[in-house]
């Protein structure tokens, strides 16, 4: 059926028309009649009691329209957590309530404890200023590993030891500890993956309003995750009817995953707006987007990998506390669970595995999904242990995985990959990026240009990572034995209009990734018409019938599925009507380059006949239903598994520490492609963001639960002149379960390009004498050198 061979193009982005010419609209853009504004008044604590709020003077402020506290919504539920992860004792993880704003006491810097509604933006921030509260503060903790010690404060009164959870996965412990006392040679690193802050363009932004007359909300906002925020608020938070409440996810200046969740001010807000009758507005400040925007990552973590005497992996054993924050977020609990733990295969037939996670709350920011959620974490894992290995071993870290790698599979002429930790890997060639990317890497000279350096006082290192993830999360039955309170399975509506133009709804929703293009793209090539026919309508709830929205690479993947359900659709109906036209039977109608041909003839009729056919039925099929116009819902069979190869080469100044990303060569295999450059693009951003937490991010709390840098004064963000020239490449094994034949590309170059750069680094230490097993993310030239003088 593919016709006009768009699929697979470069085509470039329409959507970026509007972006670069500043024709966006955001939620920020929008200014509703009567239009008034929010400001919070936050608690400057990182563990405080509320002793007592007085907003008498704030309300004496000019333009204050009204001021809320914790007290008047006391009987408001809390916002949910969309995920149950059980106890290794078959108990339920402890959920305390996730309050719009906190009546007792603040559990981490930010917590809301009123919020003042103005006629101007600065007229709240100015009352919000007014709002007298006293604290009595109480002691903190923000490391999720001594969270978990006796005697530390409790985040929740009653959460004994702060322990949210504790979990395992894999073969039993004494079957691994056993393997690991049979070992020719251990391999131990104990290190933390640490909290990183998301930095989208845009800070998260509100618009709530209500109209009597229909009794209908509306809710602007820079989110993800449209429907689901909808369904969360109605059925979980606000009780409200679901078919009166509308939210809008507009132009989004991108997510990383810090706008899949729903947070308490969405709720808060379209709570207000009822009741002073005016629509309410709220963008958060760029301080308040680093203090409360979903952080990421932060685990403390001991892992061990044992080898035979030939270098095969006998075993892994990992222990993790994970830290949660002060509360849980949407998917916060499965992040280093479900989307952590069963990805500690890897690459390699490890034959014993087991992984303990202990999950705790702290006095910080809650921590959720941020780019890649909990497979960047196992990748880091697993591959600063095979490089770490093979300089403990003295073998090449290239052998050694090639070694270790599960063989070619591609889950039709051989089964899919059966792992340790519950997965079933799609398809894959491991080997095969790997020696893509030595040849592209000129792996010997490197290799002869490091002995080089090191005889002339130069540290060069190349470090390696070769990675798996799961995308496409979906399968509903899958994730909800894996603990996920709803299915994951996405919306596709292809319109047909009477002129053959094409009107496409989708329940995904895109804030950056292309998906105007990429869908318009797979759409076209299927009917075979122009893509200017094509339209791509997404990220509004009265539109579009459901969606689950985008995140973990899941939209071309599962909703473009569904999109291409609902054309197959199309077409069958087409042949019916063209069949009817033709004087044939439908079985002998063909549909190619946009025609409906009778076979083994010249009679056809164009898409756009066969259209307007549908649409003025006087000549048509008797029995058949006039229109073009089909839904479909895409439940997949499994989750997709790209994977890949990165390699880094550094050079580490041994007078300051400090380090040079020399190249950067990255072998990605995310299944069939769609549209190439807008993978590129996709690599190329995430592996930015994957070398930013290698070298220059991370959240620093101090002992009294406050952000150290949370300003772009003091968090260091990587720009563009501390990269070179990306060398990409690809391989193409498709997806064996998906239409077509894609894996998802969002996160590939997040997940596989950290542990390269500081194995990397390693590398470099190790060739000029410096046996350094770890050095703490981000790696600084202060922490750098400081390794070297141990």
């Not at 039709?412 to 519950?422: D, E, F, I």
């Amino acid at each position: 059926m593919s016709t006009n061979g768009l699929i697979g193009k470069s085509v470039k982005r329409v959507e970026d028309k509007r972006f670069i010419t500043g024709r966006g609209n955001y939620t920020d853009d929008i200014v509703l009649p009567h239009q008034t504004y929010a400001s919070f008044v936050r608690c400057p604590y990182g563990h405080a009691k509320i002793l007592s709020v007085d907003t008498s003077a704030a309300k004496t402020m000019p333009g204050v329209v009204a001021i809320y506290t914790g007290a008047d919504v006391a009987d408001v539920n809390g916002v949910p957590c969309g995920w149950q992860v059980n106890f290794k004792n078959g108990d339920t993880m402890k959920e305390p309530k996730h309050p719009l704003l906190v009546s007792d006491k603040a559990r981490h810097v930010g917590d809301a404890v009123a919020l003042v509604i103005a006629e101007t933006k600065e007229q709240a921030v100015d009352a919000a200023e007014a709002v007298v509260v006293e604290y009595e503060e109480l002691p903190c903790v923000v490391d999720a590993f001594k969270a978990a010690q006796p005697g530390a404060p409790l985040v929740h009164d009653d959460v004994p030891n702060n322990m949210c959870y504790d979990w395992a996965l894999g073969n039993p412990i004494e079957e691994v500890n056993a393997a690991m006392a049979a070992a020719a040679h251990v391999t131990s690193l104990e290190f933390v993956n640490q909290r990183l802050v998301p930095n989208a363009i845009e800070p998260r932004c509100y618009n709530s309003s209500y109209d009597a007359t229909s009794d209908k909300y509306v809710l602007y906002t820079s989110t993800q995750n449209p429907h689901v925020i909808r369904l969360l608020m109605c059925a979980f938070v606000l009780g409200l009817p679901e078919h009166k409440v509308r939210v809008v996810g507009p132009d989004v200046g991108g997510g990383f995953g810090s706008k899949i969740f729903h947070y308490t001010e969405e709720a808060l807000l379209t709570w207000c707006t009822r009741k002073i009758g005016r629509p309410i507005k709220w963008t958060a400040t760029r301080s308040e987007a680093f203090q409360l925007d979903a952080h990421g990552r932060d685990h403390v973590t001991k892992a061990e990998m044992g080898f035979d005497n030939d270098g095969k992996i006998v075993a892994l054993r990992v222990k993790t506390y994970a830290n949660l924050g002060a509360y849980l977020s949407t998917f916060g609990s499965c992040v280093p669970t479900y989307l952590h733990g069963t990805l500690l295969q890897g690459l390699y037939t490890t034959p014993k595995i087991n992984v303990d996670v202990t999950a705790t709350f702290t006095n910080t920011t809650p921590v959720d999904a941020y780019r890649g959620a909990g497979r960047p974490e196992a990748t880091y894992l697993l591959e600063r242990l095979i490089d770490l290995a093979a300089l403990e071993m003295n073998v090449d870290p290239v052998q050694l995985r090639f070694k270790n790698f599960i063989p070619p599979f591609d889950g039709v002429n051989q089964p899919g990959y059966q792992t340790q930790v519950a997965l079933q890997y799609d398809s894959g060639n491991y080997h095969g990026v790997l020696e893509k990317g030595l040849k592209m890497l000129g792996y010997e000279d490197v290799r002869k240009a490091q002995k080089e350096a090191a005889g002339n006082g130069k540290l060069i290192g190349v470090g390696f990572s070769t990675y798996i993830e799961a995308c496409g999360i979906a399968p509903s039955a899958v994730v909800g034995s894996l603990g996920a309170r709803a299915g994951l399975f996405e919306v596709g509506q292809v319109r047909v209009q009477p002129t053959g133009k094409v009107s496409v709804f989708t329940g995904s929703h895109s804030h950056g990734q292309g998906h105007e293009t990429t869908f318009a793209q797979v759409v076209a090539d299927k009917l075979g018409i122009p893509m200017e026919d094509v339209d791509i309508i997404h990220g509004d709830t009265d539109s579009v019938a459901f969606g689950m929205g985008t995140y973990g690479s899941r939209s071309l993947a599962v909703g473009g599925s569904a999109i291409v359900k609902s054309i197959d659709k199309i077409v069958e109906k087409g042949k019916k009507i063209a069949a009817h036209k033709l004087e044939a039977s439908a079985d002998d109608i063909d549909f190619t380059d946009g025609k409906f041909t009778v076979k083994g003839t010249d009679k056809s009729l164009s898409f756009g006949d066969i259209a307007l056919t549908a649409y003025v039925p006087h000549v048509y099929p008797p029995g058949l239903e006039p229109g073009l116009d089909f839904s479909s819902f895409y439940d997949p069979a499994n989750f997709t598994y790209p994977f890949g190869c990165h390699i880094a080469v550094v050079e580490v100044d041994k007078e300051t520490g400090k380090v040079q990303l020399k190249r950067f060569v990255a072998v990605d295999d995310v299944g069939n492609v769609i549209n190439p450059m807008i993978v590129e693009g996709q690599i190329h951003g995430g592996v930015v963001q994957g070398v930013g937490q290698a070298l220059f991010e991370g959240a620093e709390y101090d002992d009294n639960g406050q952000l150290t840098n949370g300003s772009y004064m003091d968090y260091c963000m990587p720009r563009a002149d501390d990269f070179p020239m990306f060398e990409t490449g690809s391989q193409v094994t498709p997806c064996p379960h998906n239409p077509l034949g894609v894996k998802g590309a969002g996160e590939a170059g997040c997940i596989g390009s950290t542990p390269a750069v500081v194995n990397a680094v390693i590398d470099a230490l190790w060739s000029g004498g410096h046996k350094v097993k770890d050095i703490r993310m981000p790696l600084t030239s202060e922490r750098v050198w400081n390794a070297m003088q141990d």
